[in-house]
């Protein structure tokens, strides 16, 4: 096997290319994740439901602007608009 060249057709190449996901698609996707996690544990523990759901919630925005606005900034100092689930 020593020695053996593989050789990738461009259109094959291309393709792996626009199939891989970003790193804002793969921290979105893990952002999601971890909101349904919370969910999960606010379904089933009620002395952490208000809690877990609010989690939740900022993971879904913070998914949100990643995909969105992958280079944006927060700007913490302002108080920002209460989250519109609509």
Same mark, same amino acid.
């Given at each position: 096997?020593?020695?053996? &060249? ?11 290319? /626009?199939?891989?996901?970003?790193? $804002?698609?793969?921290? $979105? /996707?893990?952002?999601?994740? $971890? ?12 002395? +952490?439901?208000?809690?877990? !759901?609010?989690? $939740?919630?900022?993971?879904? &925005?913070?998914?949100?602007?990643? !995909?969105?606005? @992958?280079?944006?900034? +927060?700007? +913490?100092?302002?108080?920002? @608009?209460?989250? /519109?689930?609509?």
């Amino acid at each position: 096997m020593r020695g053996r &060249v593989f050789m990738l057709d461009s259109t094959l190449i291309k393709q792996m290319r /626009d199939d891989m996901p970003t790193h $804002a698609q793969v921290a $979105a /996707d893990l952002l999601r994740a $971890a909101a349904t996690f919370f969910r999960n544990i606010a379904d089933t523990n009620q002395e +952490l439901k208000g809690q877990m !759901e609010t989690n $939740a919630e900022t993971y879904d &925005v913070i998914a949100k602007l990643v !995909e969105s606005d @992958p280079q944006g900034e +927060l700007n +913490l100092d302002e108080e920002q @608009p209460a989250n /519109d689930q609509g």
